[in-house]
């Protein structure tokens, strides 16, 4: 049995579906290289709403943790440009006392634990969203929601995204999601404060504007939500929410997944699926993926903390209507699935979509962190299902850690492998490489993707760079 650990504030990620890990920097930040000049992208939106420099690659931006001269431990953006064979030694560093960024780093705060991006303005580089639900306004912790601009040299400058009232306490950028919710073609913006969602319409421009920014809650139902994936689901071309949160029942409180659908005036309530009938849980996990490729997309609920810990997936498939009847429960006790199911192995924690072995089906990463390998307590793990016929099976899923051959580094008590995950085609090759957070060495594994799934052969390891800072 694996040692419980204390749970988390918050889920750290890149949206949509995201890994964000910390990372230490004992001197100054790393200065931004210049990539190659993107002018034929910079005439239309980018192809990637995570190519921040505009060079037809993917970019992995990460949460990290920033021992500078201005706070101890404070919080900022580790920002690593991909390139024909994956991520490359172009590095960023962004935090608020980078030069055009709104706000100042301050002890507490959380800049940069909460992530997304998306081309907001258009102009052929993706721009970077960045949550610090900490942020201080005089003495109250109100949070705030930081629009980084993409350019040919990186990620440069910054719009503070106005915060708009609750009647909760507020926690602005708790969770942060992008997508074309309305359908006009440009980017919107959701994201949580104090238990309610706000919806942000594009077009975003480095000056301040915006569209109609809209609030949704479940009304006269004792609703709270704090987390938000975004997919396509019913298939009409809009992207839609997906809302986890606790739902107050008479005496009791029971966890659920509230689904919005996206449509030409915003988010439409649609129906909600029970996560847990009995218990309330807070910062779960979801993705969203055609894993049967019936040109739907399948909502996934990760819930580790079901079952003293040892975790569980629900899978709600789509429809043209939305997400339907059919839903399926994935485990470590499912037939098929390697290992043992044990008290906090918090399979679930994590979860991200995409199509690893490139062959037009959806896979699903699940992170493990709290499982036990061989006597190692809190090693961690992930596992990937693979897509397919009739949707996600236990048949088609394999193990992934450290002992995976061509993985470097040896397998240590409290690693907590697969704290995160991303899932995304980071050389374009046609299949998604898994990213693989590691906190307790402030690392992560990138594995590439391959036929059959992903593979430890050519894998890489991004390293902390500098002192080993605890996350």
Request: aromatic share 6%.
């Amino acid at each position: 049995m694996n040692l419980p650990r204390a749970p988390r504030a918050r889920r750290l990620r890149l949206r949509t579906t995201s890994i964000a890990v910390g990372v230490a920097l004992a001197a100054g930040p790393v200065p931004c290289l210049a990539a190659a000049p993107a002018s034929a992208a910079a005439a239309k939106p980018a192809k990637h709403y995570d190519d921040f420099n505009g060079d037809g690659y993917r970019d992995l931006a990460v949460s990290h943790t920033h021992d500078g001269i201005f706070a101890f431990n404070d919080r900022a953006v580790l920002v690593t440009y991909g390139g024909p064979k994956g991520l490359t030694t172009k590095k960023q560093v962004i935090h608020q006392n980078s030069p055009g960024i709104p706000g100042a780093s301050e002890s507490g705060d959380d800049f940069g634990t909460v992530l997304a991006s998306a081309d907001l303005n258009r102009d052929g580089y993706a721009d970077l969203v960045v949550g610090n639900p900490t942020e201080e306004a005089g003495r109250t912790r109100v949070g705030s929601v930081t629009l980084v601009w993409g350019s040919t040299k990186g990620l440069k400058g910054g719009t503070a995204l106005p915060r708009k009232a609750t009647n909760g306490y507020g926690t602005f950028g708790a969770d942060i999601a992008t997508g074309d919710f309305n359908g006009d073609g440009r980017p919107d913006i959701a994201t949580v404060n104090g238990g309610d969602v706000f919806l942000y319409r594009g077009g975003f421009t480095k000056s301040g504007g915006l569209g109609k920014v809209s609030k949704y809650d479940r009304e006269g139902q004792s609703w709270d939500g704090d987390t938000i994936a975004a997919g396509k689901v019913n298939g009409d071309g809009k992207t839609d929410l997906i809302v986890m949160g606790v739902r107050g029942v008479g005496m009791t409180f029971r966890t659920e997944a509230w689904f919005l659908k996206g449509s030409t005036g915003g988010l439409v309530s649609g129906p909600a699926k029970v996560v847990d009938g009995k218990k309330q849980h807070e910062r779960l996990d979801a993705a969203v993926g055609d894993f049967d490729r019936d040109g739907y997309g399948d909502i996934a609920v990760g819930n580790p903390v079901a079952n003293d810990g040892r975790g569980r997936v629900t899978v709600w498939y789509g429809t043209s209507a939305g997400p339907g009847k059919r839903s399926i429960t994935l485990s470590q006790s499912t037939a098929g699935v390697a290992g043992a199911s044990e008290a906090w192995d918090q399979f679930g924690s994590s979860l991200t979509a995409g199509d690893a072995d490139g062959d037009g089906y959806a896979d699903l990463a699940v992170g493990v962190p709290g499982e036990r390998v061989g006597a190692k307590v809190n090693a961690g793990g992930a596992y990937l299902f693979r897509g397919g016929k009739g949707g996600l099976k236990g048949s088609r899923s394999a193990a992934l850690g450290k002992s995976l051959p061509g993985v470097a580094g040896e397998t240590t008590d409290h690693d907590i492998l697969g704290y995160d995950l991303r899932l995304r085609d980071l050389n374009r090759d046609g299949r998604a490489d898994l990213a693989i957070s590691v906190p307790g060495e402030d690392s992560m594994r990138i594995l590439p993707g391959a036929k059959g799934g992903v593979t430890g052969t050519g894998s890489s390891v991004l390293r902390a760079a500098g002192s080993d800072l605890p996350e």
